[in-house]
């Protein structure tokens, strides 16, 4: 798999930032709902959500539309 530059820098930038390194490391483990890790990092949902949003972007994470809209996997 060939990743661009612009590719690589935005994986970089997803998991530079302390909880969304975090998340990517519960989400290895298996999938969790927004809720649940809100309640793990203690953080705020839209906090979270914008997180996972973040890790989507760089196609790091997906939220499941199938399933509860609020589950989010690697």
Do not use: W
């Amino acid at each position: 798999m060939t990743m661009t530059l612009d590719k690589t820098l935005s994986v970089f930038r997803a998991i530079g930032e302390e909880s969304r390194l975090r998340i990517m490391a519960l989400l290895v483990k298996g999938e969790l709902t927004v809720s649940e890790i809100t309640t793990i990092l203690g953080q705020s949902q839209p906090r979270v959500s914008r997180h996972l949003k973040i890790l989507a972007d760089a196609g790091l994470a997906e939220r499941p539309i199938a399933k509860a809209p609020g589950c989010s996997t690697v």
